[in-house]
């Protein structure tokens, strides 16, 4: 029997999925690829198929599918298409752990299928936790399955609990760089283009992501996952800006002590962490050097100009289906960005509209989850439309 941990990656052409396949490559004798998915670059997958050689791929984009299955028809690789495929692969019994690396609300389904089958989770979409944080987390309780987180600041946190699970958290503090925007006003910002909000100063990352974090969403989104991640509230969550990336976020406990977790900006760190905890192995990964960082700075974000942090929070303490509102009105008003359909500053706008105007659940369903993500997205556009 082999000794080889069994991976299966959701969204294997984006950043997360290709550096995770750099991770495997290094350590080919602790980790099998088992099933590669891809939405629409059905290049990209079919070239990485052909030198993984998975059991499984999918392609989300059903007319993609006769041109992977035709690349890769003298290989003894099965292939899928469509959204359910996505999400009924997880359940495969070679499967051993599942890292879900689609970006946005498609994460959702896959992610609760793979506990539902009691797999491990390698979590880099934290989407699943902001739209459904309670019902995931219950399920993974139920189920006895882990979530290992692979965001850099959750990973952080979660790398200075190891040891001290115990010990109660009086507080986490997760870092943000900032973005590209650190530091201009609202007169700079009604300016922004696309081209300067995908430039992020430390981490190569997805355009849906860069707008993100430009925007300080995603750090927004990272607050609602702390939460379900580490059993918090949203007064135990500090957001503070370090623009040099170095230190990934700190855990302060009851009695003043703070750890925090540093390296280089380099995903792959986090990611490898997640498959192959609780081991750490060895990486030729660069390594960090204080000479290189005489200083390391640190401020308060602020929430007056970047107004999607404070969305999050005010989601974060209404519950219910609110953050699910949030995400999916931010990911319509990301998206128009990206088409240059509205300003950078007016995502706030229709995200905030949006929140005021889809009607509240306190406690809704995996249905009702689902509903309130199209009627949002519905309304989004409704509402951009008529800017």
């Not at 050689?53 to 992977?68: D, Q, S």
């Not at 219910?320 to 950078?344: M, P, R, T, Y």
Request: proline share 4%; charged share 20%.
């Amino acid at each position: 029997m082999s000794t080889r941990k069994r991976v299966a990656i959701l969204g294997s052409t984006g950043s997360i999925g290709t550096q995770a396949l750099d991770v495997m490559q290094q350590h080919q004798d602790r980790f099998q690829v088992e099933v590669l998915t891809a939405q629409n670059n059905a290049d990209l997958l079919i070239r990485q198929a052909m030198a993984f050689e998975p059991n499984v791929v999918v392609i989300g984009n059903e007319g993609n599918y006769e041109k992977v299955k035709q690349a890769l028809s003298s290989y003894p690789i099965k292939v899928y298409a469509g959204e359910e495929a996505i999400a009924q692969v997880v359940e495969m019994e070679t499967v051993d752990i599942v890292l879900t690396a689609l970006v946005g609300y498609a994460g959702l389904m896959p992610t609760i299928k793979a506990i539902e089958a009691g797999k491990p989770i390698a979590l880099a979409n934290k989407e699943t936790l902001v739209v459904a944080g309670e019902l995931v987390t219950s399920l993974a309780k139920k189920k006895g399955v882990n979530i290992f987180p692979v965001d850099s600041e959750h990973s952080a946190i979660f790398q200075c609990l190891v040891g001290e699970f115990h010990n109660p958290i009086e507080k986490i503090i997760l870092t943000a760089s900032g973005g590209p925007f650190r530091g201009k006003d609202t007169g700079f910002l009604r300016k922004v283009k696309k081209e300067q909000a995908l430039k992020h100063p430390n981490w190569d990352m997805g355009d849906k992501i860069t707008i993100d974090s430009a925007s300080l969403m995603n750090k927004g989104l990272e607050v609602i996952e702390a939460k379900w991640l580490f059993g918090l509230n949203a007064s135990q969550i500090e957001v503070v800006v370090h623009p040099q990336s170095i230190i990934h976020s700190l855990v302060q406990f009851e009695d003043g002590s703070i750890k925090a977790q540093l390296g280089l900006p380099d995903m792959r760190i986090p990611i490898q962490f997640a498959l192959s905890y609780p081991e750490r192995l060895a990486s030729q990964f660069p390594r960090f050097d204080f000479r290189q960082y005489p200083s390391l700075e640190f401020e308060q974000p602020d929430t007056e100009t970047f107004r999607n942090l404070g969305l999050a929070y005010e989601a974060l303490e209404r519950g219910g289906n609110s953050a699910c509102v949030l995400n999916a009105a931010n990911e319509i008003a990301v998206a128009a960005f990206l088409k240059d359909e509205i300003g950078f500053l007016q995502m706030s706008d229709v995200i905030e509209l949006s929140m005021q105007k889809i009607s509240f659940i306190g406690s809704p369903t995996l249905e009702d989850l689902v509903q309130t993500d199209r009627t949002t997205r519905k309304l989004t556009k409704e509402i951009i439309n008529s800017l």
